[in-house]
C-alpha cells in the first residue's frame, strides 16, 4: 500500500494543541472508525427499528398510491385521454411533465455513484446507495409517466422496435421512441449498477437475520462468501459499469432534450438543449439527494454516524457548481432566441415574462439561480442539513416550474394565434401525486428490506485513512491498494 499525506492534514500545533487536532479529525467519517461487527449491527437496528410514524406516513402513502394512482389510472383508461386537459394547442401535457422530471432526478444517483466513484472522493461512501435507489425509482416513475401519456397503454407494443402483425416497424421519427429506448437501456443499467455492490451488504444481512429475512437476503446475495476471487470479480464488474453507465447518463437526457429541440417550433428549436437538460437534471437530482440524505439522518437510527457534516458540504459543493452552469446555459438558451428576432420566438418570450404564468417564471429564476449561490457559498450553511434539503427542495419546484414552461406552456405559443389556448390539467393533478407516492412508497419499503448504508464501502475506506504520528503532530493519511 502507497500513502499519502490527505488534503484535510492541518499544520501541526503546540504539544498541548494535539489532542484538539486529533478531535477535530474525528468529525470526518473516515478517521472515526467502529469495530466491524458493530457498524454491521448499527445498520441492521436501521433497517429493522421502525416507530408509530413510520407506519402511519406508509398507510397514507399506501392509501394515495390506491386512489391517486392506480384507481385514478385505471378511471383515465376506461373513459379515454378525454378526462386529461391534453387537447389543441398543447397535447403534451403534465405526463411529459413528470417524464422529464423523474429522469432527471435519476441522474443524481449516477454521477454521485460513477463518477464520484471514479475520481476517488472519499465523501461519497456512506450514501452512493441512497443516490443510486433515487435512480432506479425515478426511472420507474418516468417510465409510467409515458405509459399514462400514452393513452391506450394496452398498445405499449406498438413502440417496440419488432414488427407487428401488420408487418409495420415503429416510427422511429417519434419522440415516445427514443425517450423507450433511453430509458429501457438507463433503468437496466443503473439496476444492475445498484444490485453490484449492494451483494456484500445483502450477504452481511444474512448472517444476521433469521426467518423470512434470512431467507429473502439468502437469494438476493447470490451465495457471496467474501472470497478473494469474488472481490476480485466484484471490483473489475463495479469498474466497468462505472465508467460504461457514464455516457449513459449524458445520452439519456440529451436525448430526451431531442424530444423538443427537432421540433421548428418557437422556444424549442435550440441547439443547446442537450447540456441544458443535463445539467437541469443534475441540478434537480442534487437537490433530491439533499432532501433524502436529511429524511434518512433525521428519522433513522445511527443515520448521524454515517451521514454527517461532512457529506452535506461535499454535496452542497457540488450543488453550487451545478447551479452555476445551469445558469449559463439557462440564459444562454433565452438570449439566443431572443437575439435571433424570431417574431412568435418574441410573442413567446413576452408572454413568460407578462403572460398568466410569469409568476413560475420568476420563481424558476428565484429558485434555481439567485437563492442557491446566496446561501450555498458559506460553509456554515452547507453544513446545515435541514437548509441544505430546503434549497435542494426549493430547487426541484423550480425545475419542474422549468420543465412545465417548456412543455405545455410553450405549445400554447405557435404560429397559429386562433389555436391559442392555456393548458388546464385536470385528472394529472392527481396522477402526479400518485408518481410521488408511489416513489416515496418504494423508498420507505427499501429502507426496510435493504441495507441503504453500503457498509463495507465505509469500511474500506476507514481502512485506508489513519492518523499516524509524525514527529510530534498526528498527520492524517490515505493508503491506496495496489
Known sequence: MASTAHPYSKPAKAHEGHHEEEQDMREFLMYDPKPRGEMNQMVMESMTTTSWKFWVVFGILCVLVATCFIYAWGYMIA????????MRPSYWGIFLVNTVFWIGISHAGTFISAILRVFKAEFRRPFTRAAELMTTFGLIQAGASIFMHLGRVWLFYWLLPVPNQRMLWPNFHSPLMWDLLAITTYVLGSTMYLFLPLIPDLAMARDRSTGWRKTFFKILALGW????????????????????????????????????????????????????FVLGALHSGMGAVAIVLFIMRATMKHMDYFIRKEH??????????????????????????????????????HWLEEGPM????????????????????NKKLRQTPWLLALIGLMINVGMYWERYLIIPVMLTINRMPFTWKLYEPRIELFLTIGTFSVFLLFYMAASRLIPLIPVWEVQEGQMTHSLRKVGKAEVPTVSEFE
Not at 373513459?79 to 391534453?86: D, I, K, M, S
Not at 445520452?251 to 428549436?269: C, E, K, L, Q, Y
Open 79 to 86: 373513459e379515454g385521454l378525454g378526462v386529461a386537459g391534453v
Open 312 to 349: 452535506f458540504d461535499g454535496l452542497g459543493k457540488l450543488m453550487l457548481i451545478v447551479t452555476f452552469a445551469y445558469s449559463y446555459f439557462f440564459f444562454n438558451d433565452y438570449i439566443v432566441q431572443w437575439y435571433g428576432g424570431d417574431k412568435w420566438t418574441d410573442i413567446l418570450l
Open 225 to 276: 462468501r467474501g472470497t478473494e476471487g469474488e472481490w476480485r470479480h466484484l471490483t473489475t464488474a463495479m469498474n466497468f459499469f462505472a465508467f460504461a453507465i457514464i455516457p449513459v447518463m449524458f445520452s439519456v437526457h440529451t436525448i430526451v432534450s431531442w424530444d423538443f429541440a427537432m421540433a421548428m417550433r418557437p422556444g424549442w428549436s435550440s441547439s443547446v438543449f442537450g447540456p441544458y
Open 358 to 377: 410569469s409568476w413560475m417564471f420568476y420563481q424558476l429564476i428565484l429558485f434555481n439561480i439567485v437563492i442557491p449561490p446566496l446561501l450555498l457559498w
